[in-house]
């Protein structure tokens, strides 16, 4: 390995010369722990202490400047998981004349993006909190681009899903406990820290009960990109978008292709009448039925197959992230076992509802106690429970819905999401059925492009006294500058009136470019007025400068 960090790329002594003279240098961004990523010159790792270095010289940066503060409590989240108290990233501090006397350092030449793995075992958090998140940190530093080098400091070995890791760059990514093959002390040329939480759309309930981010920042459309990226790696042909305009013969031809996938667990959160489900689902919906299991097929062969479905269904578990890939227009249905309620366990419901990823979901739970097989005897990771008090194991099997809890070892909760389930088919197709009377149609989400009109241009206002307790405000502006270059099915602008010292206002919704209030307009009294304009009933734009007008 070390021979493939070879050296050539850089002179040994100009580094080491450089490292001595101007020590490490850090400009990061973000005003919190929580949203920054650093970017540094000369960081060093002493695998020894399995700490990473800074070196002081007259001529390092430390930006921010934290003091003491970079403990309170760290200088950034590591991973893409906020605030987690096992993946603070800090460094320690020496002068740089320490150097003489430490091992010779060796050099990483690559530029390097450093970042803690949250959870590799797992592949919807493999996605969610590492792929992406990387993905798109890699995008905003340019120079992290498909020679930079990803070094996983997380402590795990490589996973299950290493091979999604390796899509990322066109280097091998390093794990910590490789670190000390390369020498006791490492300095890395050009390493970026940190993680951009800006794709993440889900919090796993360490300080309160598990559900979407409070402030999503991302779209179907990252997602996506993501995504095609993603399998363009993996060498998988995509079949065209929706987008492509086919003649009838063509969406003939793609009727004929349509088929349901089941994507199966093998070992937990079973299935128990798969067979039966798929019979079902393959008569009722003259479709044909797939199946697909992590244990069977590999990771992009189970894209490839998912990437051109109509629908997937599956047990709500990790393997359901998969929905990424699936095409627009498709149908995800996540079933839930027993006393399990699917609306606290939504990463997967949360990702169809992004904006742009035009999928349509559908969740069944079974309310049938006696088709669930509980796991008591399994050990209490896998939800067994026989290693609580009697009392407890009672309540926790007589109670029909597991209440709300925090991650990650709530026994009632694993107990219950470990349960095999014999899926109700009858029910189970009267869901589906109902469910799919409120997709719409591919045509209806091609107009996803969400363009929001610009500030309407040059508002004013004129008044008039009619009488002592009457008077007009006419209020007229010109369209935003980008309506001129747009098709907008339908322009509307919302109008705001409030009396000067009032704190409450009249909202209108009009048509047109002008209007004269008269309704409870008084004479003699200033008004604030604002104006904005929306497309098509819910895409607002900003409101222009508040006009004063006086009566
Ligand atoms: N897994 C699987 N088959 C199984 C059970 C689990 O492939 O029968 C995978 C699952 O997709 C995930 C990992 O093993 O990537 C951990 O599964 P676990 O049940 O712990 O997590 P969950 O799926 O509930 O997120």
Known sequence: QSQELSQARIDYHVALLALQEHGTRMVCTGKM??????????LCYCSEAEEFIFFHSNSSVMLPNLGSRRFQPALLDSSSVEDHNTQYFNFLELPAATLKFMPKPVFVPDVTLILNRFNPDNLMHVFHDDLLPAFYTMKQYLDLDDEARLVFMEGWGEGPHFDLYRLLSSKQPLLKEQLRNFGKLMCFTKSYVGLSKMTTWYQYGFVQPQGPKANILVSGN?????????????????????DNEGSAEDEKDKEKDNYIVVFSRSTTRLILNEAELIMALAQ?????????????????????????????????GAQLITSLFLPRGAVVVELFPFAVNPEQYTPYKTLAFLPGMDLHYISWRNNKEENTITHPQRPWEQGGI????????????TSKDVPRHLCCRNPEWLFRIYQDTLVDIPSFLDILKEGLKTKPSLKKLKPASALHPGRVREPQCQTSVQTSNEARLTVSWQIPWNLKYLKVREVKYEVWIQEQGENTYMPYILPQQNYTFSDNIKPFTTYLVWVRCIFNKSLLGPFADVLMCQT
């Open 386 to 397: 026989i290693h609580l008090e009697k009392e407890e194991q009672k309540r926790i099997l």
């Open 222 to 242: 990252e997602i996506r990109q993501f995504a095609k990226v993603l399998m363009e790696k993996m060498n998988i042909t995509m079949v065209e978008d929706v």
């Open 284 to 316: 009722e919906f003259q479709m044909r039925v797939v199946t697909v299991s992590l244990e069977e097929h590999s990771f992009p062969s189970i894209v490839q197959v998912i990437s051109s479905a109509t629908m997937l269904i599956s047990m709500h």
């Open 33 to 42: 722990h929580t949203d920054r990523i650093c970017r540094f010159d000369y």
